[in-house]
């Protein structure tokens, strides 16, 4: 698709833009695939009914725990396709648009629009090495012409650099921009644009457990993380205690949160450093809630 055919889109993307909320325990959901290994549409349909039903408040497609970059665009979007038509009327649907450059980005929206996702979640561009303004660039030009909501997305790690809290001010004002999920685990950067953009139509949410409190008490409106995926109650609970104002009790749970990551890590991560191993642990405690799906 040209990018002069997205431009189309523009007046209609930003109607009614900010009044769309985005806030609660967002789960980034794993795709399930078959024993040939390709991808279980039915699995995930299943697994996204008991998602919902245990509390969450949505669901996000084709992100970096669904292994977005092992699937196919068309993939992708026939996974956000399946569980938007199952369960979209009762949750808010996100579709993954991540990719290494621009109009790959564009194209993967185009997608997650076609497929009935909500809003679009974006990392900056990976792979080349690009200067930061490239790839602030970037993302003002998917804002400017994307048919669907953005969400950025901040995750160092796997893309290579970190988002500037300076550009996300900025962009809190661009009608067509209505968060943030921040996966860096710094709390400061977290704080800081928590902090500038208080006063803007703009949801910040946190994708580190350690994160939580702060951010909460700091006006973040909700949590994306990748164990939501086998502890649904747990987050849910979380953010009831945290809507409570009782502070104590998401103490507590968010001290269960981060036990249970450590636990992860101490027996499985540490001795096989992969991302099939998270695969592998959370398949083994979904079939221990009765799920049965395969992710490995």
């Known amino acids: 698709m040209e990018e002069s055919q997205l431009v189309l889109h523009k007046e209609v993307s930003f109607l009614n833009t ?9 789960v980034p959901m794993v795709t399930p695939i078959t024993a040939a290994g ?32 092992h699937f ?10 399946a569980v938007a038509k199952a369960v ?6 996100y579709g993954g648009a991540c990719d290494s450059g621009l109009h790959r ?3 993967n929206v185009r997608l ?9 979640v974006t990392t900056a561009p990976y792979y080349l090495p690009y200067a930061m303004h490239e790839a602030e660039d970037v993302l003002r030009k998917v804002a400017d012409v994307s048919p669907l909501p953005v969400i950025y997305y901040n995750i160092p790690p796997f893309v290579g ?17 209505v968060g943030y999920k921040d996966s860096a685990n710094d709390i400061v950067h977290h704080l800081d644009v928590l902090k500038f953009t208080k006063d803007k139509s703009f949801n910040v949410l946190s994708g580190k457990e350690k994160t939580f409190i702060e951010g909460f008490k700091a006006g973040s409106k909700g949590l994306v993380v ?23 009790q998401a103490e507590i749970l968010q001290k269960k949160a981060i036990q249970n990551l450590e636990d992860y890590y101490i027996a499985a991560y540490n001795a096989r450093p992969v991302f099939s191993t998270m695969m592998i642990y959370m398949e083994d405690l979904l079939r221990n809630q009765g799920i049965q799906v395969k992710l490995s």
């Open 18 to 26: 900010k009044q769309k909320i985005l806030e609660g325990v967002i």
């Open 38 to 69: 390709d991808v279980d549409y039915e699995g995930a349909v299943e697994l996204a009914k008991w998602l919902v039903h245990n509390g969450m408040d949505g669901l996000f497609l084709a992100g970096t725990t669904g292994r977005f970059s």
């Open 72 to 81: 196919t665009p068309l993939q992708n979007m026939k996974i956000c396709s």
């Open 88 to 93: 979209g009327n009762q949750v808010t649907i």
């Open 105 to 107: 980005i564009l194209e």
């Open 112 to 120: 997650m629009k076609e497929a009935g996702a909500d809003f679009v």
């Open 161 to 177: 650099y970190g988002l500037r809290a300076e550009f996300l001010t900025e962009m809190a004002d661009h009608p067509n921009v």
């Open 226 to 248: 990748a164990f939501a995926n086998v502890y649904p109650k747990l987050y849910a609970d979380l953010l009831q205690s945290v809507k409570q104002g009782n502070w104590s």
